[in-house]
């Protein structure tokens, strides 16, 4: 089961929709009742051409539309590697979707009309994939038959993204070009003859072939405690595990560690995973934990190396992505949940609004509305354990809620 | 040299990297059972929830799975899956509350089909939110997987319902990393879903890793059956109508879903064993849903469905 989380966002227009269908047809991953299904709506609607967004629109109301309003999610998968698909359209009043759909993502796809070049949702696409930090990017240069395959048109629209990566300020995102037709299926799942010019790999070659150096960063271990387990059986009559998520490293029996917020030192006495004891457990495993000292670990608590210690604040710098049709205003309350930790958050500073066009900011705004991304500072009630972003995804990121409300209302990156 | 080489020989014996799917829903589970004051586990009998039951294992262990089980029982259910159901729950040790919609049936609350595509299948969300109310969960634990169906891949893994069990689908709470949000109102409460992102597939691998025990209808079997309308039915079962002139033949067949008999079609397959069903899937070319008759009522059936509160 290893699995590879992919985002894509774009409009119908780019051939998103025939890419992914192509996807799913070269992969044998469309099964016959599903296709069927899709050729009688095409007719129906009087379209010449298999719409395979017919396979992702799922609701009533997309389908009435036309358009895609949520993050549409897209599984198939290979001999090699399943796949995931968290497909969301590429306009403004969408960039909600797109973060959320690339919060989970490992790599990304950019799709470029070929006739067109790089357009202004390329550079939005771009930007939440910088601000995101997925470092494993492909940009996916389509309908290469539309302009005969041309070298020098692949070659120019390839100057202009890295020329944009060049001023971007996140420097280890790997960015591959490929040279594709979705219609035809040149370079999506075969190779085509028709490009002898590009020497790279396949669309799909590429995202199998991923290993997790490509999409990883190195950063240093957080063991955010989800629940303590105590049996209280006859059996396990003093076992007192912490059961959580690994993240951004490895944990190894006998590792010296911090209990925060409490600065308590001690060492890892075993991990377990079900029945099992093991020496070592590994970056994204759910695990339990017991200590070779009686501290007192809860919920929200953090295991860390002794040596590598997170920040314990009071106020953070971050960047939004705002979620919600009541806008965010300076002085404003709302729940925090970091991790799995929670606080109270009031609002002390809307600095700017940064524009996803790389256009610039706008400073000391009166409010961020929906689908717009700036900067704040924030109050907490408590202290919590962070990291920046990029030095620590998992542990640079939260959620605000609407305490009226309860909805998640915005999604913030730690500066 | 050769030393540090059987050091590193052990060390890897006894590292473990959990699968990132299995990760992502004991990490689920985790949340449910710190976020919420009062969990149940749906359970049918039927693959998906089988899984989470060992999930639930994984993610508590050496602890007891924290919450109870609940099947909302048709009353048309294949009897395998009954007597399956109450052996497992044995073993474990767990609570298993059963709630049988043949009740609100009897009580007026609910009005049973009649005709040739009858099935009990609608019936449960009446009895599901009623046994909601009744014991006061807050979260329902549940195996449905966004592949599963295109109004499903539309579902959030931490789903809030209303009081009256609706899914408000225009209006989700974004998922974003791995946050969940189970902040709710009193009367609210939320469907969780920690196999989301699994696939058929990834389920029937997973059951033949583990050799967890699944119900016999999942393997070949020999059946009486019918043909209508393009699927297999089972006439060995007295809940399923059949027209006389309807013939039944005996066939290998197997099920690969297992819900209410009513609406459950069979398919042709030599798979006796759990290796076998694994390889039928791989190649399969008619999904999993392709076998369930509620779900060809409409294109836009389960999308209905849910917003009624089905799960």
Known sequence: MNVLKIATAGSVDDGKSTLIGRILYDTKSLTDDKLTAIEEKSKQRGFDYLDFSLATDGLIAEREQGITIDVAHIYFSTRKKSFIIADTPGHVEYTRNMVTGASTAQASIVLIDARNGVVEQTYRHFFINNLLRIKDVVIAINKMDLVDFSEEKYNTIKGEIEYLASKSGYKNQQLTFIPLSALQGDNVVDKSENTPWYTGETLLHHLENLQATDINEVSQVRFPVQTVIRPKTAEFHDFRGYAGKIYGGDLEVGDEISVLPSQTKSKIKTIHFFDTEYLKAKNGSSVTITLEDNVNVSRGDMLVKVAEQPTVTKQLNATVCWMDKEPLQASQKYYIKHGVNDAQAKITQLSSIIKTDFSGKIDNPTALKLNEIGDIQLKLSKPLLVDAYNKNKSNGSFILINPKTNNTVGVGFIR | ?311
């Open chain 2, 1 to 311: 040299m050769w030393f540090a080489y059987l050091k590193d020989m052990i060390m890897n014996q006894k590292t473990i990297q959990v699968d990132a799917l299995e990760s992502e829903a004991i990490y689920i589970l985790r949340e449910v059972v710190a976020q919420f004051e009062k969990p149940v586990l749906l359970f049918s009998g039927g693959k998906d929830s089988i899984t989470l039951v060992r999930l639930a294992q994984k993610a508590f262990y050496p602890a007891k799975i924290p919450f109870p089980l609940m099947h909302i029982d048709t009353g048309h259910n294949f009897p395998e899956t009954i007597e399956f159901r109450d052996r497992l729950t044995k073993e474990l040790g767990v609570e298993l509350i059963v709630r049988n919609v043949q009740d609100n049936i009897d009580n007026g609350s609910v009005k049973e089909e009649t005709g040739k595509y009858a099935s009990r299948n609608m019936l449960q969300t009446e009895t599901l939110l009623d046994a909601i109310e009744e014991f006061g969960f807050d979260a329902c634990i549940g195996g449905a997987r966004r592949d599963e169906e295109k109004a499903r891949a539309k579902e959030r893994i931490f789903s809030v319902r209303d009081d009256f069990g609706q899914w408000d689908e225009k209006n989700q709470r974004p998922e974003v990393f791995d946050m969940l949000n189970g902040k709710i109102d009193l009367g609210q409460n939320v469907r969780v879903f920690p196999i989301s992102n699994w696939t058929e597939l990834d389920v029937w691998s997973y059951i033949e890793k583990e050799a967890i025990e699944i119900p016999s209808i999942y393997f070949a079997h020999k059946r009486n059956i019918f043909y209508r309308d393009g699927f297999i039915w089972s006439a060995d079962d007295a809940v399923v109508y059949r027209d006389e002139e309807e013939e039944v033949v005996e066939q290998m067949v197997r099920f690969r879903t297992v819900g209410d008999m009513s609406c459950t079609a069979a398919v042709l397959s030599d798979a006796v064993d759990i290796a076998k069903v694994v390889e039928e899937i791989r190649d399969s070319s008619i999904s999993e849903r392709g076998a369930r008759i509620d779900d060809k009522r409409s294109e836009a059936a389960m999308e209905k469905r849910k917003q009624q509160g089905y799960f």
